[in-house]
T-cell receptor, first 112, second 112 residues
């Protein structure tokens, strides 16, 4: 099993550009989440999904969209990149909300 | 007050030392507790769950004090490979990803 995979690993954007961060898992987990990690802030939840076709907002959803058309994939879209979105983005999956979270390797995003 | 608070450190200890980390949480309804380990520029990985009766995994011991709303992690006989950031994670009632809260982490460096 590959576990949780994320692409790209690194990305540089200009302010106003849009892009999609990809996330896929092969563990048949229902729960998937997107987090951003900033120095001194810990991991903050952006959006999450409890199953295909179901998504909900987390703590910091503004500027991001998600969709969950399959159990395996959970892409995160940046609509119009801003320097405040410079961060490390982690995708995670789990069997349920109280279970171990499996994280992808992360995407380091810089917005100029 | 942050929902989950940790001493950011850094903790610099010699090999073989015993080191303890504490984490406090604000939601008395919290149900599940975990310690994750994050190596530099890597994704977080589960170190251990924390059970009400306390639990041990080799050199690592986790304790939960519901009355005082804190959890602890004790590392005995520290190894160089223990150098990492340790994240305290708390899950609230309901079990959704929205209820999963990460502390900002405690940095540990084990010195030769």
């Amino acid at each position: 099993n590959a576990g949780v995979t994320q692409t790209p690993k690194f990305q540089v954007l200009k302010t106003g550009q849009s892009m999609t961060l990809q996330c896929a898992q092969d563990m048949n987990h229902e729960y998937m989440s997107w987090y951003r990690q900033d120095p001194g802030m810990g991991l903050r939840l952006i959006h999450y999904s409890v199953g295909a076709g179901i998504t909900d907002q987390g703590e910091v959803p503004n500027g991001y969209n998600v969709s969950r058309s399959t159990t395996e994939d959970f892409p995160l879209r940046l609509l119009s990149a801003a320097p405040s979105q410079t961060s490390v983005y982690f995708c995670a999956s789990s069997r349920g909300g109280h279970n171990e979270q499996f994280f992808g390797p992360g995407t380091r995003l810089t917005v100029l | 007050r942050k929902e989950v608070e940790q001493d950011p450190g850094p903790f610099n200890v010699p090999e073989g030392a015993t080191v303890a980390f504490n984490c406090t949480y604000s939601n008395s309804a919290s149900q599940s507790f975990f310690w994750y380990r994050q190596d530099c520029r890597k994704e977080p990985k589960l170190l251990m769950s924390v059970y009400s009766s306390g639990n041990e995994d080799g050199r690592f011991t986790a304790q939960l004090n519901r009355a005082s709303q804190y959890i602890s992690l004790l590392i005995r006989d520290s190894k160089l490979s223990d150098s990492a950031t340790y994240l305290c994670v708390v899950t609230g009632a309901g079990g959704s990803a929205r209820q999963l809260t990460f502390g900002s982490g405690t940095q540990l460096t084990v010195l030769p």
